[in-house]
């Protein structure tokens, strides 16, 4: 059974650039979850799915970002106009039933 | 989200030793997550906790869902060099939705 997998791993951007990241969860998981880590926090919960619907979306995800999960099974992450302050890890975590959150290898993304 | 409270902030110990860390919340949760995060990865799950008082190891970890079920700690024993890295805790209240809710980490360094 593969892990979550998340794509790119770093992604290097201008600021006003759109960016999209991508995540693969764990198969048959059908909770997905994004959080967003900045240098010396805990993990911050953005948006989850469930399947495809899109069922709770924190404050943190301002109009700039977008999350669709299409076909139920990936996910992508689209911020358009990036600032500086946008840079940070986007993490992508996936569960089955339980609770129990499995998280991927994130996205360091880094706006200049 | 709520910003959990997680003791200590930092640890710098011999290896071999034990350690112990611990989280609070002025809210209550019915599943606690432990987590290790090294340098540049997503978190990885250690310890799932689901039940008010329960106790439950991991190899060397061994991790509690306090009784008030608005704290947790977990313990290390005989820690090794690879035990180095940040610990999260994580607490979810199903009740109010799937995010899960960290604490800021505890950072461990174990010197050989």
């Known amino acids: 059974d593969t892990g979550v997998s998340q794509d790119p791993r770093h992604k290097i951007t201008k600021r006003g650039q759109n960016v999209t990241f991508r995540c693969d969860p764990i198969s048959e998981h059908n909770r997905l979850y994004w959080y967003r880590q900045t240098l010396g926090q805990g993990p911050e919960f953005l948006t989850y799915f469930q399947n495809e619907a899109q069922l709770e979306k924190s404050r943190l995800l301002s109009d700039r970002f977008s999350a669709e999960r299409p076909k139920g099974s990936f996910s992508t992450l689209e911020i358009q106009r990036t600032e500086q302050g946008d840079s940070a890890m986007y993490l992508c975590?996936?569960?089955?039933?339980?609770?129990?959150?499995?998280f991927g290898p994130g996205t360091r993304l880094t706006v200049l | 989200g709520q910003q959990l409270n997680q003791s200590p902030q930092s640890m710098f110990i011999q290896e071999g030793e034990d350690v112990s860390m611990n989280c609070t919340s002025s809210s209550i949760f019915n599943t606690w997550l432990w987590y290790k995060q090294d340098p540049g990865e997503g978190p990885v799950l250690l310890i799932a906790?689901?039940?008010?008082?329960e106790l439950t190891s991991n190899g060397r970890l061994t991790a509690q869902f306090g009784i008030t079920r608005k704290d947790s700690f977990l313990n290390i024993s005989a820690s090794i060099p690879s035990d180095v890295g940040i610990y999260f805790c994580?607490?979810?209240?199903?009740?109010?939705?799937?995010?899960?809710?960290f604490g800021k980490g505890t950072s461990l360094l174990v010197t050989p």
């Open positions: 906790l689901y039940k008010a008082g």
């Open positions: 975590a996936s569960s089955l039933i339980t609770d129990t959150q499995y």
């Open positions: 994580a607490g979810l209240n199903s009740n109010s939705g799937y995010a899960l809710n």
